[in-house]
């Protein structure tokens, strides 16, 4: 029993001498572990608030550099005095487009506002072509509207001489 006694003690004795060259025991090795554990996630979170700080600064200073422009001035209106009346090319069912169109201009060009008065019955003979060629489902949606003014507008200002139209209004537009 002495010796038993006494490797107990040896043990004892090797367990203080251990923590003694460690300098702590396991409560102040845990209570270490934790104040890392916060020190890292104060860390994480203050990282974290820099950024969003910088991302934010950053968005902003974008949309402050966007710059709305004016609006430009109105376009004149060359308005045409009768509407079109036109039957569609489709052959399954008869369709018809009935439309009032007007060209937008410079109006300070005073030679292509002549110019197209005395050109109005050449252009109204480009419209009703260019819209006897249209299908009822080559017109149903506003791109294709959208499509079809540019479509005229580019086949009418390659008559002018004096100038170019910028726009095609379409007052009224009707496929039925």
């Known amino acids: 029993m002495g010796d038993d006694e006494i490797l107990d003690d040896e043990e004892q004795d090797d367990e203080v001498l251990a923590s003694a ?21 104060l860390l994480m979170f ?41 039957n569609t090319a489709d052959t399954d069912e008869p369709h018809f487009i009935q439309v009032a169109i007007a060209f937008g201009y410079d109006g300070t060009n005073k030679k292509l ?19 006897g060629g249209k299908k009822k489902e080559d017109l149903a949606s506003p791109l294709q509207k959208l ?17 170019k139209i910028e726009e095609v209004y379409f007052e009224e537009l009707v496929v039925s």
């Open 21 to 41: 060259v460690t300098g702590r025991s396991k409560l102040v090795t845990i209570l270490l572990w934790v104040a890392g554990g916060i020190v890292a996630l």
């Open 46 to 86: 203050l990282i974290s608030y820099i950024v969003a700080g910088r991302v934010k600064n950053e968005a902003y200073r974008e949309t402050q550099d966007i710059v709305i422009a004016p609006a430009p001035p109105p376009l004149a209106a060359f308005p045409f005095k009768k509407e079109f009346r036109v």
């Open 113 to 131: 506002e002549t110019e197209l008065v005395q050109r109005q019955t050449q252009m109204m003979h480009i419209i009703n072509i260019i819209l």
């Open 147 to 163: 499509n079809l003014a540019d479509e005229i507008k580019s086949q009418i200002n390659m008559i002018l001489s004096e100038g």
